[in-house]
């Protein structure tokens, strides 16, 4: 079954998911965990964002947003990073006025990127 953002926005609604959950995990118990050197991964979950603009860097950074935005609604903030995620792809396309990218990868916690916010607070 994928849940997609409706069902989502339903189960918060009902109170399945607190701000607090959501800063933690989310929904991300529904699937399978596993180790990446310091991270912890999802097993096979891949999530995807599209983008388009004037120039293949822009198209990849708002898929990059894309990506993030829906990751942080799933699982929490702590999955949400682009960059922290494994297993990425990226394929854009230029059209006569602009570039479209569609980005996947598997979303991951930990690792550097939290050490790094630990020692800043």
């Given amino acids: 079954m994928r849940i997609t953002a409706p069902l989502i926005a339903a189960f918060a609604l ?5 701000g607090i959950a959501a800063q933690e995990s989310g929904l991300a118990g529904l699937h399978e965990w596993r180790r990446v050197g ?4 999802f097993v096979d979950h891949y999530h995807d964002g599209s983008g388009s603009g004037p120039s293949q860097q822009a198209a990849v950074a708002q898929a990059v947003r894309s990506w993030t935005d829906f990751t942080v609604l799933e699982y929490g ?3 949400g990073s ?3 995620s494994i297993s990425k ?3 854009c396309n230029r059209g006569a006025s602009d ?3 569609a980005i996947s990868s598997i979303p991951c916690k930990g690792g550097a990127m939290q050490a790094a916010q630990k020692r800043r607070r």
């Fill in 77 to 79: 903030s702590a999955w």
């Fill in 89 to 91: 792809s990226v394929s």
């Fill in 82 to 84: 682009y960059a922290n």
């Fill in 99 to 101: 570039f479209t990218c």
């Fill in 14 to 18: 009902v109170g399945g998911v607190t």
């Fill in 38 to 41: 310091s991270k912890t991964c």
